[in-house]
Nanobody
Framework: VQLQASGGGLVQAGGSLRLSCAASASLHSFSSVAWYRQAPGNQRVLVTSLTSYGVTDFPAYAHSVDGRFTISVDDAKNTVYLQMSSLKPEDTDVYYC?????????????WGQGIQVTVSS
């Protein structure tokens, strides 16, 4: 499985960006998809995730982005999006998309390449 991320860049505070993550497999093959962020020298931190249970998806958001960021999917395009609005300088980081598969009792995690998001004040 490959994840191809795109859409980062430089934006002023208060602006918006949309990150995309195109998967080489059907999104229905994943138990969850997510976006993480990572600052230099720090561990990756969960920003938002979308977990599928049957036909219902359950989103979850870190407190710092709740109400400003939205995770969504386009099943036809096998793509996960992160819509980022009302951006703040503290949102500056490298963002990673993530997908997890459960198979034969094991969990497999896949990562896209990091996407730099820079928010200027």
């Amino acid at each position: 499985v490959q994840l191809q991320a795109s859409g980062g860049g430089l934006v002023q505070a208060g602006g918006s960006l949309r990150l995309s993550c195109a998967a080489s497999a059907s999104l229905h093959s994943f138990s969850s998809v997510a976006w993480y962020r990572q600052a230099p020298g720090n561990q990756r931190v969960l920003v938002t995730s979308l977990t599928s249970y049957g036909v219902t998806d359950f989103p979850a958001y870190a407190h710092s982005v709740d109400g400003r960021f939205t995770i969504s999917v386009d099943d036809a395009k096998n793509t996960v999006y992160l819509q980022m609005s009302s951006l703040k300088p503290e949102d500056t980081d490298v963002y990673y998309c993530n997908a997890r598969q459960l198979y034969a009792g094991h969990e497999y995690a896949y990562w896209g390449q990091g996407i730099q998001v820079t928010v200027s004040s």
